[in-house]
């Protein structure tokens, strides 16, 4: 039996954030993104996937090398937020978690 692959979607925030990384670390980030949260976006023991507390609906993140993905999970859909770079991860997600949490909501 195949695992589920989910249907992976930027959005327009976190493309702008990952334009901004040098060609290398964007590569590698999408290419994490897509490993890890097509097959199984939820964490499981000692994963690069961690549930975030205090998010309803619930937030993740995402490590790959020095950069942090936020995401959220849909019915149809991984939702990718935000990326960040490990030193601005917690300043950027306390800020901008009022931003996540209305970009999920979209339809």
Do not use: W
Not at 44 to 49: A, C, H, M, T
Not at 72 to 82: K, S
């Amino acid at each position: 039996m195949d695992p589920k692959n989910h249907k992976i979607i930027f959005s327009p925030s976190a493309e702008r954030d990952i334009a901004r990384f040098s060609i290398a670390a964007a590569l590698q980030l999408v290419k994490d993104i897509k490993d890890y949260l097509e097959t199984n976006p939820l964490p499981f023991s000692k994963s690069r996937i961690k549930k975030l507390t205090g998010y309803k609906p619930p937030l993740y993140r995402l490590r790959s090398g020095d950069y942090r993905a936020y995401y959220r999970i849909t019915p149809d859909a991984v939702v990718v937020l935000a990326v960040t770079n490990k030193k601005d991860s917690e300043k950027i997600s306390r800020a901008s978690s009022k931003r996540m949490m209305s970009t999920a909501r979209r339809p």
